[in-house]
């Protein structure tokens, strides 16, 4: 056992043969520049509420240090049900449909653990989120990418769908309001794909985290659906709405057979969440509208102002409509994403995530979140402007 | 409340151009509700927040609380007025519970709070009484934090 060659041969080839995220390797590049303003933050610049805050620190004053339930504390799956049967139109049973998790990622994983076998397809959307493809491929699954386009505004259909289903195809992954291109879906196009979902009895999870972030119509879960409640794992959390990305507060909500399944692998794996983040999670539940309602105002102004300013300089891009992210095309200026982005940072010093990150179909496009202050957009459109003028 | 005066209120330096893209609007109608607004004396003035504290300045400032004699006619407004004229007096309230008006009051000295409250406020016809509390240290002012810089903990990439 000496060198790592060695070593790296002898790790299992599923871990192996994945690369890191692209997300991981840019920002290796960003950190070592300083000054840089940043587009390519993925988490809110909210602070978390200050009651939800105090109250954690409170929490921990009282010994809330403990382990809980594995599935969470039961105050809190009581909460989670009233708030998903509000916000999201489905009800679920605290007691055995409800299943507190470390993160939606957590949720995620344990999802495609507790329904993949190996070799079952699972049919998902690119430009998408950077964890599902290595969560279906660590569970043995075998990913089935449908491409989506800025034509129909990065929307799945259901002809896409039906292009790539196949006779082992069983589970179906969403993520709308999508990072990162700011699509959502309407009611229209979700009707179709439950319908799909239903006519080839197949599995869905859908993951709702920017469920609350949607700027001109309502968000519509697909859990809301006829026929898809009974097959769906429904997947949501406390980082973007409540900005607690370091809380790492998700949870999933399932017919039973499904959550005992996913629970048995949280409980051998991780026991259960945080103590000190449950307590969090249960404060924000108190007045989410009150939370949620000024951020969600101040990200619609912004993302006005980003689409604005990138019609105004001339950079393509489909209107975005939900989650915290604008996603403009950059194809005819002839460089890669990762090209374009280097030099952006390189010569105005700001940093952007390259769509490739997001899938092989996200090449030509930028990821630019506006989770960001006004001022800081303000510059970086200023200095965007500037080098797309000079190409 | 209009969004443009929520704006506003955040920052009102806002470039007339950036508030017009973030609300959609053309530049010209922002500039005329803006001028709407002035002109009907909803925006009363623009002002910028101070940390005054750190600027160490000969001042200090008093909150009085005071109790009067609502006149016959005009009520608590009439005097309310007349007390809220003074130049000194920064702030003026009408509260409900033990008092009625409270204020904040500024001077260069505490003598000289005492004797604009002894001279001018508590010999006005129709006060009372009053209570004066000198302000220590200011934590936070219109929203603001005084002691406190922002800092962004957040990596600079993340998923």
């Known amino acids: 056992m000496n060198g790592s060659p060695s070593l790296r041969n002898r790790l299992s080839r599923a871990v192996r043969d994945i690369p890191r995220s692209g997300i991981r390797d840019f920002f290796d590049i960003v950190s070592t520049m300083k000054e840089v303003i940043s587009l390519g933050i993925g988490e809110p610049d909210f602070d978390t509420p200050w009651h939800v805050r105090e109250s954690t620190v409170f929490a921990l004053e009282r010994g809330a240090t403990h382990y809980t339930s594995n599935l969470g504390y039961l105050e809190l799956r009581q909460a989670l049900a009233a708030y998903v049967q509000r916000t999201f139109g489905a009800s679920y049973d605290p007691q055995t449909e409800v299943l507190v998790t470390v993160g939606v990622s957590e949720a995620l994983d344990l999802a495609v653990r507790a329904l993949l076998n190996p070799g079952d397809e699972v049919l998902y959307h690119e430009p998408c989120y950077v964890s599902y493809r290595a969560a279906i491929l660590f569970a043995h699954g075998v990913p089935v990418v449908v491409e989506t386009r800025p034509e129909n505004g990065f929307r799945l259909t259901r002809e896409m769908l039906e292009a790539k289903v196949t006779p082992r195809t069983k589970l179906l992954l969403l993520n709308f309001p999508n990072n990162p291109t700011g699509a959502i879906m309407n009611r229209a196009d979700l009707l179709d794909i439950a319908a799909f979902a239903c006519e080839r009895d197949l599995l869905v999870i859908t993951d709702d985290i920017y469920g609350e972030l949607s700027y001109d119509t309502p968000h519509t879960s697909l859990v809301s659906l006829p026929g898809l409640r009974e097959r769906t794992i429904f997947l949501h959390g406390f980082s973007k709405a409540w900005a607690m990305t370091g809380f790492r507060l998700g949870y999933a909500c399932a017919h039973p057979d499904l959550i005992e399944a996913m629970m048995k692998i949280h409980q051998y794996t991780m026991l259960c969440a945080s103590s000190l983040s449950q307590k969090a999670a249960l404060e924000a539940l108190a007045r989410p509208a009150f939370d949620i309602g000024e951020m969600v105002q101040e990200y619609r102004r912004r993302r006005n102002f980003i689409a604005a300013a990138f019609a105004e300089m001339g950079l393509d891009c489909h209107r975005p409509l939900g989650a915290f992210y604008a996603f403009p095309s950059i194809a005819r200026y002839g460089l890669s994403s990762r090209d374009f982005a280097l030099q952006l940072l390189e010569e105005e010093k700001v940093a952007v995530v390259p769509g490739s990150a997001f899938g092989a179909c996200g090449e030509g496009f930028l990821r630019c979140a506006y989770a960001t202050s006004m001022a800081n957009l303000q510059e970086a459109m200023t200095r965007l402007k500037r080098f797309i003028a000079k190409r | ?159």
Do not use: C, W
């Open chain 2, 1 to 159: 409340m209009d969004e443009l005066l929520k704006i506003l209120q955040t920052n009102a330096l806002e470039p007339r151009e950036t508030i017009a893209r973030m609300l959609g609007l053309p530049l010209e109608e922002v500039a005329q509700r803006v001028a709407d607004y002035e002109k009907r004396g909803v925006i009363r003035g623009y002002q910028a927040i101070l940390n005054e504290d750190q600027l160490g300045l000969d001042k200090v400032t008093a909150v009085i609380e005071v109790k009067v004699t609502p006149q016959r006619q005009g009520g608590f407004d009439t005097i309310a007025d007349r007390i809220s004229r003074f130049s000194e007096v920064r702030s003026a309230y009408l509260m409900s519970g033990a008092y009625d008006l409270l204020l904040f009051v500024e001077g260069k000295n505490l003598r000289e709070v005492a004797a604009f409250v002894s001279d001018r406020l508590a010999s006005l016809e129709g006060v009372v009484s009053t209570s004066t509390h000198f302000m220590l240290k200011t934590y936070k002012r219109f929203g603001v934090l005084m002691h406190q810089g922002h800092s962004d903990e957040r990596l600079t990439i993340t998923p």
